[in-house]
């Protein structure tokens, strides 16, 4: 039993540090958006669509001077996959940090938003990200507006996805 309370304290202190170091890069953030904007990924494709026996699967791909972004909405697993591409971080160890708010395409009613984040040494990372803790109607039509960030360790250098992400969006179909 004392073997657990120490792995529970353990993982207890750990997220707190990670908590404040979020904050802290959060905060970071922010201030380097307001002064520098160069990091940012600039939107130059807003999104593709495919077609494939009448399932609409769309991707957004966003490059910038720094790297790509990439969202993929897998309707089986009713997940987002997700991949940045940072050449400037190669060898680097990058944490991403994002988070999705979903409408309706229809009405543009608000449902929720999801978050997810993920890591790894660059240049390239990916992962993905279930649809949790909002609720959607199976054959509904949705958008996804992504914001999000990649901090570069130990430099703490902030790589951003661009605005576009979200003001364009990807739709998908629940």
């Given at each position: 039993m004392k073997k657990y309370f120490k792995?529970?304290?353990?993982?207890?202190?750990?997220?707190?540090?990670?908590k404040s170091f979020f904050n802290m890069s959060y905060a970071q953030a922010e201030d380097q958006i307001s002064e520098n904007t160069d990091n940012t990924f600039e939107m130059y494709e807003a999104k593709k669509m495919?077609?494939?026996n009448n399932v609409i699967t769309p991707f957004g791909t966003f490059w910038g001077s720094d790297g790509t972004a990439t969202f993929n909405y897998m309707?089986?697993?009713?997940?987002?996959?997700?991949?940045?591409?940072?050449?400037?971080?190669?060898?680097?160890f990058l944490s991403f940090t994002c988070r999705a708010d979903i409408y309706t395409q229809s009405t543009g009613a608000f449902k929720g938003s999801?978050?997810?984040?993920?890591?790894?040494?660059?240049?390239?990372?990916?992962?993905?990200?279930?649809?949790?803790?909002?609720?959607?109607?199976?054959g509904v039509s949705y958008i996804a507006r992504f914001q999000?960030?990649?901090?570069?360790?130990?430099?703490?250098?902030?790589?951003?996805?661009?605005?576009q992400a979200y003001d364009n969006g990807i739709p998908f179909m629940y």
């Open positions: 792995i529970l304290i353990a993982l207890s202190v750990i997220f707190i540090i990670g495919e077609e494939d309707p089986t697993a009713r997940s987002f996959s997700w991949t940045l591409n940072i050449p400037a971080a190669s060898g680097a999801m978050y997810f984040s993920g890591g790894g040494y660059g240049p390239s990372i990916s992962g993905v990200a279930d649809i949790n803790g909002v609720s959607l109607t199976k999000g960030e990649a901090v570069e360790s130990p430099s703490l250098k902030v790589y951003y996805v661009s605005p």
